[in-house]
């Protein structure tokens, strides 16, 4: 059924081995990550096969679409529907991160300041006081040296204005924000069908979006060695890293899709100004992890 | 696209078609609905009298759990997702769902997904036994290791939903034949566009949620900790957040059922279309300012009580408009009683009294009683069980002949309807009054001032159970040796679905119907 179509006839894809592959693949994964956690030996092998066969069906599906795309068997409505789905897988990721902003509020503003104060802080926790970022926990408060969640010797709150040429977080910020309008460069360099100019600005993009990782990964590394600033270093710990580590997460895969559309563009030729939705859907992406980044500088570096 | 199905099992495993898929959701809801019944009947056959009889505490904490996950996960969102497949693309005039692979690996993922869970009753230390709202400390600090596999099963299945409900929009949004406008969208279309909507919502913090705790149990964080500085009510606020737009997530499409279904046997068009879209928008954003009111009792300030109790209050406007407009579409139409009819009736009563009850436990001084009492199980399982599963059933009588192309037996039917509906009274409304007297939920036995109450609940759940076996046996019985449908099947039948052979083709439509 692959054959002569128009637009104004529809395309429904033949069968497809994929999906099974790919949910019996998600299932492995998230097995194998189970019994490992709850110390199986045989787990992290099953977690990594399940990894492997995800990401050689991952990459099949994607040749596939492309191929699809490449023979002409994309119509336009077939297109919009491709939008659509990244612009709602966008959304959906918006409201994972929020969960986690929510948490960081709603510790901020009502949690710890309850704790802090009255009989919460008197009677149970030994005269707690709410502090951010959160160094003495209400367990120290308690046992003092025999507490079990200890809080952070040190943390990443913001220097003031003067010590900022100094402070990773803000070049952080300033390379993330220079690879927005990088990408989007790109992105103008393509629709005027410039392709040297268009790889020249997404490789840009791919190497600050590296440059970012390796910052990341230096600010810490720093936090673990120099500031026993720890995942379970009470509540600012956990915050801290959760939404750094999920940001960071997503900049890695922004990034790997940002090397995907620049290999295809420089090997394979592909993309030229009315057919490039692998590359947009890629640099939304990107837009979405940069905004997502100034909400952290925001509300995790500046205002603590 | 000429040719029709692929021959033997790989047609089921490799299939993009939206009939097949929706098929398959379908079945497997309805394998769900009777897993999670017997875990019911587990817990019922326990509390048929005081005491301990049958189950240890432990394992009966096990049933409670599983019999909630497996049906809101496991039975009613796929059910309304296997409607949505099969109905969306013929009610607009669509070749398929826009996105046909995701379609598959939205269902696969669930089979593998309900395996995990179902394992978890064959571990070391039990299946969850923290019940289905999963509050820490006791799902975190407190939980069995099978808790992990839990959460893992929580992520994938949520993965499915999310998948599914992008595939949903982009369907409705892109698919739309030409001259099918928003505005002349059957309902049913219209609900589950927004149900979607409120899945990719939520969903996402379902997963974050779930990933807060397999941190704070396997790596060290404190986020439901106070001993660190986290808070356990923390936990709550996240879980209703998307706990009380998930509600609605069971309950819209179902709006969206009766709203096909009243108007066809009534034989008058429906009352008030537009205001029933309006209605379930509104709905659907409070649905998201109201989920404190499942924690008035967890010690929120007085503003955060009064803020909750009044938003939950407005919701009753929006869902009385609704009923308003069903009873409405009924008035001096020449109405017949065929049993999807029945069930739709059924669904406007029963679930105006689930509605009623809601708005007793929105008073949130009133609620300090009723909370973590029978009454609320007695609130929510009307809204569920007479609303959500009765609207499935409505659906399945009343489409199946369009699916399968036979009808099913009209005695039979209107059999099952009355058992169910002895049945489900008989085992929920005692337990309004066994809640009000002070019954706790979650409770394996009982003050024998309650056991009048209770036995009757255990009767009631037993005969309800029978009749959904019967349920069974009129949709194979239809499927393999009914009478033949015609395509319009109801006299009153009104939509693209009907202009259609029955059964349906495997492509219904190769390239756009008109729509006038
Ligand atoms: C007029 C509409 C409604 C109102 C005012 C309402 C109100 C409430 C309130 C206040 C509670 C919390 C009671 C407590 O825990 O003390 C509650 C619980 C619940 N409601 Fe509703 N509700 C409504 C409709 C629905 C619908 C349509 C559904 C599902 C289809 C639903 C499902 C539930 C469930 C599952 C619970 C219990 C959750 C648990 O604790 O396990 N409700 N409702
Ligand atoms: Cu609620």
């Not at chain 1, 009255?118 to 009677?123: D, I, M, P, Y």
């Not at chain 2, 997702?81 to 269902?107: E, Q, T």
């Not at chain 2, 149990?217 to 209703?240: E, R």
């Not at chain 2, 059924?346 to 973590?372: E, K, N, R």
Request: aromatic residues 18%; glycine residues 10%.
């Amino acid at each position: 059924m692959a054959h002569h179509h128009d637009a104004s006839t529809y395309y429904v894809p033949e069968q497809s081995k994929l999906p099974l592959i790919t949910a019996f693949a998600m299932f492995l994964t998230v097995f194998g990550l189970g019994t490992w956690f709850n110390g199986v030996d045989s787990g992290p092998f099953l977690f990594a096969a399940g990894f492997m066969i995800m990401a050689g069906v991952m990459f099949a599906w994607f040749s596939q679409v492309i191929h699809e795309n490449r023979a002409g068997l994309n119509n336009a409505q077939l297109k919009r529907s491709y939008v659509w789905g990244m612009g709602w897988f966008i959304f959906s990721e918006v409201m994972f991160f929020a969960a986690f902003f929510g948490a960081l509020f709603y510790i901020r503003s009502i949690s710890l300041p309850a704790l802090g104060s009255g009989n919460n802080s008197e009677l149970l926790w030994g005269g707690f006081q709410n502090d951010w970022p959160l160094m003495t926990t209400p367990d120290m408060a308690v046992k003092g040296g025999e507490a079990v969640h200890v809080g952070p010797e040190g943390n990443m709150s913001n220097p003031g204005i003067a010590g900022w040429l100094g402070w990773l977080p803000f070049w952080n910020t300033t390379v993330l924000l220079i690879s927005s309008f990088t990408v989007h460069f790109a992105h103008t360099a393509l629709k005027k069908d410039n392709k040297k100019l268009f790889n020249i600005w997404l490789g840009i993009t791919v190497a600050l979006g590296i440059g970012f990782l390796f910052l990341q990964a230096e600010e810490y590394i720093h936090a673990y060695q120099d500031l026993g600033l720890t995942l379970s270093s009470g509540i600012y710990g956990a915050t801290f890293f959760m939404l750094t580590g999920f940001h960071g997460a997503h900049v890695t895969m922004g990034t790997f899709m940002l090397l995907v559309m620049l290999l295809r563009s420089t090997l394979k030729g592909h993309f030229n100004h009315h057919d490039c939705f692998g590359f947009e859907a890629a640099s939304w992406y990107w837009h979405f992890v940069d905004v997502v980044w100034l909400g952290l500088f925001i509300f995790v570096y500046i205002m603590s | 696209m000429a040719h029709g199905p692929a021959h033997g099992l790989s047609r089921w495993l490799y299939t993009t078609n939206h009939k097949d898929i929706g098929s398959m959701y379908l079945w497997f809801s309805f394998a769900m609905f009777f897993l999670g019944g017997i875990f019911a009947l587990i817990i019922r056959a326990e509390l048929f009298e005081p005491g301990l009889q049958i189950v240890e505490p432990n394992f009966f904490n096990q049933m409670t759990t599983m019999h909630g996950l497996v049906m809101v996960f496991g039975a009613v969102m796929p059910a309304f997702v296997g409607l949505a497949n099969w109905m969306v693309p013929m009610m607009i005039g669509a070749p398929d769902m826009a996105l046909p692979r995701m379609n598959n690996l939205s269902f696969w993922i669930l089979p593998f997904a309900f395996a995990l869970l179902a394992s978890t009753l064959f571990m070391q230390g039990g299946a969850p036994n923290f019940g289905w709202t999963f509050y820490a400390p006791l799902s975190t600090t407190y939980a069995p290791p099978s808790v992990t596999f839990f959460i893992f099963a929580v992520h994938i299945m949520g993965a499915s939903s999310i998948m599914g409900a992008i595939n949903i929009i982009a369907t409705i949004l892109n698919m739309r034949a030409p001259g099918m406008t928003l505005m002349k969208m059957p309902l049913f279309v219209w609900t589950w566009l927004i149900t979607a909507y409120l899945l990719i919502a939520v969903m996402p913090v379902l997963a974050g949620v779930v990933t807060m705790m397999l941190m704070d149990i396997h790596f060290g964080t404190s986020f439901f900790n106070a001993a660190g500085g986290g808070d356990p009510v923390l936990f709550q606020h996240i879980f209703w957040f998307f706990g009380h737009p998930e509600v609605y997530i069971m309950i819209l499409p179902a709006f969206g059922v009766v709203s096909a279904i009243i108007p066809t046997f009534a034989r008058k068009p429906l009352f008030g279309y537009s205001s029933m879209v309006y209605a379930t928008a509104s709905i659907a954003i409070l649905s998201f300012m109201v989920w404190a009111h499942h924690m008035f009792t967890v010690g929120m300030p007085f503003i955060g009580e009064w803020v909750f109790m009044i938003a939950t209050m407005a919701i009753a406007v929006p869902t009385g408009v609704k009923v308003f407009n069903w009873v409405t579409t009924m008035y001096k139409g020449s109405m017949t009683f065929e049993t999807p009819m029945l069930f739709s009736i059924a669904f406007v009563i029963l679930f105006t009294i689930g509605g009623f009850s809601g708005l007793m436990l929105a008073i949130a001084p009133a609620d300090f009683q009723y909370h973590d009492t029978y009454f609320v199980v007695a609130h929510f399982h009307y809204v569920l069980v007479p609303g959500a599963i009765f609207s499935i059933t409505a659906a399945v009588y009343y489409w199946l002949p369009k699916w399968c192309g036979r009808m099913y037996d009209e005695t039979l039917g209107k059999t099952h309807f009355w058992l169910a509906f002895i049945g489900l009274n008989l085992t929920f409304f005692p337990m309004h009054f066994s809640g009000l007297a002070g019954m706790p939920r979650r409770i394996p036995d009982y003050n024998p001032l309650f056991a009048n109450w209770n036995m009757m609940s255990s009767i009631g759940s037993f005969l309800f159970g029978a009749a959904q076996v019967l349920f069974l046996y009129i949709v194979i019985r239809a499927i393999v040796s009914g009478r033949k449908a015609t395509d319009r099947v109801w006299e009153g039948s009104h939509g693209l679905e009907w202009t259609v052979p029955s059964p349906a083709p495997y492509h219904t439509f190769t390239t756009p119907p008109k729509v006038d």
